[in-house]
Nanobody, 125 residues
Framework: QVQLVESGGGSVQAGGSLKLSCAVS????????VGWFRQAPGKEREMVAS???????IYVHSVKGRFTISKDNAKKTLYLQMNYLRADDTAMYYC???????????????????WGQGTQVTVSA
């Protein structure tokens, strides 16, 4: 069973930065999709950033230029660097991975097989 454990969430003022980490029990190199999702109260879970295979990262429009997804295969860790945080970034953030099998896209939550428990990010105006 693949396990994912997020860390790095917290409370920050608008304009600040946080870096989320996601420790994965197997090498992310072996996973076709890796991604970060978020869910605010009363809203659906949305993809924040993802990497499909060896492709370029994909970001939801609202975080482009502010967030960066990366992975360190040697450390078996996924990262989400979040800069210029805004109040509407407040949410529970989840990392997720798929198996190694090809997928047509890595944008929807249903694509992913494994999820972390989530880490809360709260941005005050």
């Amino acid at each position: 069973q693949v396990q994912l454990v997020e860390s790095g969430g917290g409370s920050v003022q608008a304009g600040g930065s946080l870096k989320l980490s996601c420790a994965v029990s197997i090498n992310p190199y072996d996973m076709y999709c890796v991604g970060w999702f978020r869910q605010a109260p009363g809203k659906e879970r949305e993809m924040v950033a993802s990497i499909q295979g060896f492709g370029n990262p994909i970001y939801v429009h609202s975080v482009k230029g502010r967030f960066t997804i990366s992975k360190d295969n040697a450390k078996k860790t996924l990262y989400l660097q979040m800069n210029y945080l805004r109040a509407d970034d407040t949410a529970m953030y989840y990392c997720a991975t798929s198996s190694s099998e090809w997928r047509p896209s890595c944008i929807t939550a249903s694509t992913y097989d494994y999820w972390g428990q989530g880490t809360q990010v709260t941005v005050s105006a």
